[in-house]
């Protein structure tokens, strides 16, 4: 099944037919999501209206952790099984997620301030959610810091598996550590304990968010794919030219 979709040709069939569907999918579950999140549902007892954010900030922390996630495997595959397609998705979803991981903390910013009193704490989950933007940072800037491709890819490779230790921290650091930030109320073994009219808006927006990443890493893909067949183009010119 890897090696099936190793074929960029193959695989861009396949994202011309997935790629607009993502995109209705992310319009319309935005919409919905963003409409019952703002208008529909309720203002919470404590929180009063800033409970809202959460509607924002509960998804994009999510998809900062899916995205990174999917990283390290993709990066993974790479490494092991040279899966040409599987570096370049790792390449794409970094920007991604790493808009998701600065959102997550801009959100979280402003939903501190009126229930914290300050923009910032350094909490176990914050501290950790600021590791893993740096983390996507240094992974972009090293897949760029090499002359020589494959070398780059390789060493932002192993920054990503060592990195995807964070992952848990984040998750379990409420529960690890006395932390500021609430525990979860959606993932939880005994079921959630959110109520309905406000875990459906969540729900909607997580999956507006995810819809929104495979859109985008998608186009980011195709990108990635074009430009490497023009770099390998103009490197067979060069080496002909050198030739002759």
């Not at 893993?132 to 490779?157: H, K, Q």
Request: glycine share 6%.
């Amino acid at each position: 099944m890897l090696h099936r979709f190793a074929n960029p040709t193959r695989f861009l069939r396949l994202a011309d037919i997935i790629q607009p569907w993502m995109a209705w999918a992310t319009v319309l579950l935005m919409g919905a999501g963003l409409y019952m999140g703002l208008v529909v549902a309720p203002a919470d007892y404590q929180q009063g209206e800033s409970v809202r954010i959460m509607y924002v900030h509960v998804p994009s922390s999510w998809m900062a952790l899916f995205c990174y996630t999917g990283m390290a495997i993709s990066a993974a595959v790479g490494l092991i099984w040279k899966h040409p397609l599987a570096d370049l998705i790792a390449k794409s979803t970094a920007p991604i997620g790493a808009s998701f991981a600065f959102l997550s903390l801009l959100t979280g910013s402003l939903w501190g301030k009126p229930m914290w009193g300050t923009y910032w704490v350094w909490d176990a989950r914050l501290t950790s959610m600021l590791v893993l933007l740096f983390l996507y940072l240094g992974y972009m800037a090293l897949i760029e810091a090499f002359d020589d491709p494959t070398r780059g890819t390789r060493a932002s490779s192993i920054l990503v598996l060592v990195g995807v230790v964070n992952v848990p921290i984040i998750k379990f650091s409420v529960d690890w550590w006395n932390t500021l930030h609430q525990p979860s109320s959606v993932l939880k073994m005994s079921g959630p304990s959110i109520d309905a009219s406000m875990l459906w808006p969540l729900l909607l927006m997580a999956l507006a968010f995810t819809t929104y990443y495979l859109w985008v890493m998608l186009i980011r893909v195709r990108a990635e794919v074009a430009a490497n067949r023009i770099r390998n183009l103009r490197f067979r010119q060069a080496r002909g030219q050198g030739e002759d």
